[in-house]
Nanobody, 121 residues
Framework: VQLQASGGGLVQAGGSLRLSCTTS????????MGWFRQAPGKEREFVAR????????FYADSMKGRFTISRDNAKNTVYLQMDGLKSEDTAVYYC???????????????WGQGTLVTVSS
């Protein structure tokens, strides 16, 4: 499974971005998808995840109410809508695929290359 993340960029605090992660193959719906991020000098942290059928989602506390994860299995794509961005959201954002449901990075078997989000204050 190859994942390709896109949509990062420079945005002012309070603004919005939508990240996308696409993959090839016919088994996308069998994978739970997650978004993680890694800020400079910090460890990778969980952001949000969504079940294979899209019915279940889960967010890190600091993202609740600001970020929305969704997926379109017909397009083999998962999205992360980020609203109300803050400077502390600056990080490289990674999408990942897992056959297990959870927010721990080691559960995820496949990772995208990351897309940089920079929030200016």
């Amino acid at each position: 499974v190859q994942l390709q993340a896109s949509g990062g960029g420079l945005v002012q605090a309070g603004g919005s971005l939508r990240l996308s992660c696409t993959t090839s193959g016919r088994t996308f719906s069998t994978y739970h998808m997650g978004w993680f991020r890694q800020a400079p000098g910090k460890e990778r942290e969980f952001v949000a995840r969504i079940s294979g059928n899209g019915r279940n989602t889960f967010y890190a506390d600091s993202m609740k109410g600001r970020f929305t994860i969704s997926r379109d299995n017909a397009k083999n794509t998962v999205y992360l809508q980020m609203d109300g961005l803050k400077s502390e959201d600056t990080a490289v954002y990674y999408c990942a695929a897992s056959t297990a449901w959870g927010g721990v990075a080691r559960l995820y078997d496949y990772w995208g290359q990351g897309t940089l989000v920079t929030v200016s204050s």
